[in-house]
């Protein structure tokens, strides 16, 4: 497959599942822990849960690209997600989305070029009282303008400097 990613752990963890009723079934777990182990889903690790539980790659791939908590790419260290729910929608979180991607220099689904931030778009992350808000870390930043979500990115590049130092 690759010699970048040692699949020793994720074989161990499909091995465990073998002998199961219905082992095809356990799919969708298969793919959280090679996401839990490697950040992502690669094509590659696809490829090697297909020969390993004897699925097409192709019915990995629908499997992977039809949830949304499965990650195709890296992700950045600290995953912004901008709620668009409609509280927040209403109180200018398309100005908080512009200001969060003119900032990074990323689109949606996007990871900044240095590796700090990815990019989403959040359906509701209920914290409606706050609109509009973020939320970085599982941690959520309210009442937000595009000038105070700059402030807040700042915080997280301060952070990961002094935790790389």
């Not at 822990?33 to 490829?47: C, F, N, P, V």
């Not at 509701?124 to 303008?145: F, H, Q, R, S």
Request: proline share 3%.
């Amino acid at each position: 497959m690759t010699d970048k990613i040692n699949y020793d752990e994720l074989k161990a963890f499909i091995d465990t599942l073998r002998d199961k009723p219905y082992f095809e079934s356990y799919l969708i777990a298969v793919l959280h822990k090679a996401q839990q182990l490697y950040g992502y889903i690669s094509r590659e690790t696809m490829d090697f849960v297909s020969v390993e539980m004897q699925i097409p790659t192709a019915n990995i791939w629908g499997v992977a690209t039809f949830y949304h908590f499965f990650n195709l790419q890296p992700s950045g260290r600290y995953t912004v997600s901008v709620c668009m729910g409609t509280a927040c929608y209403v109180k200018n979180a398309a100005g908080i989305l512009d200001a969060v991607k003119r900032e990074l220099g990323i689109g949606v689904g996007e990871v900044s070029k240095d590796g700090l931030f990815s990019l989403q778009e959040a359906r509701c992350v209920g914290a409606c009282g706050l609109a509009p808000v973020i939320m970085i870390e599982n941690e959520i930043y309210g009442d937000l303008t595009p000038e105070s979500v700059v402030e807040v990115l700042n915080q997280y590049r301060s952070k990961a400097k002094k935790e790389s130092a």
